[in-house]
């Protein structure tokens, strides 16, 4: 690196910005409107807001503006995710409606994998009970 380049961009910036995270999370919830076990767990008059604050936490994680903490604190996602029933199959739902739309944004191969990557970890670290759906 020489005096005139500037910092490497982030991973946030590398896959497009905002544009890239609004169009992944609003394919991703395509899928978990039609999805029978997914669904209750969004506030039907509230998608807009859902969409919103996934948009908002994976641009910060990924580099972009730090406006979800600024807005909502700290993420404390376990927290956040308690109240719902998260079993391996809710796991499992969401992670193929997450897939889809990785996919559909045809990103570089290591860009997908490392997007890929975190969403995998950061769903099986949201099950929060081995219970089948109630």
Do not use: C
């Not at 020489?2 to 896959?15: M, S």
């Not at 994976?58 to 993420?75: D, F, K």
């Not at 409606?97 to 570089?108: F, G, K, T």
């Amino acid at each position: 690196m020489t005096a005139t380049d500037g910092p490497a961009p982030t991973f946030y910036e590398q896959v497009g910005g905002h544009e890239t995270f609004e169009r992944l999370v609003r394919r991703f919830y395509e899928g978990v409107a039609a999805d029978p076990v997914l669904t209750p767990m969004y506030p039907e008059d509230d998608m807009e807001g859902a969409i919103w604050r996934l948009t908002a936490f994976l641009e910060q994680y990924w580099g972009g503006p730090g406006t979800y903490s600024e807005q909502r604190g700290h993420p404390r996602l376990r927290m956040r995710h308690n109240p719902f029933h998260i079993n391996p199959d809710a796991r499992d739902r969401w992670l193929g409606h997450m897939r889809a739309a990785v996919q559909s944004l045809a990103l570089p191969p290591l860009l997908e994998a490392t997007l890929w990557d975190y969403l995998e970890r950061a769903a099986f670290a949201m099950v929060n009970t081995f219970e089948e759906t109630p």
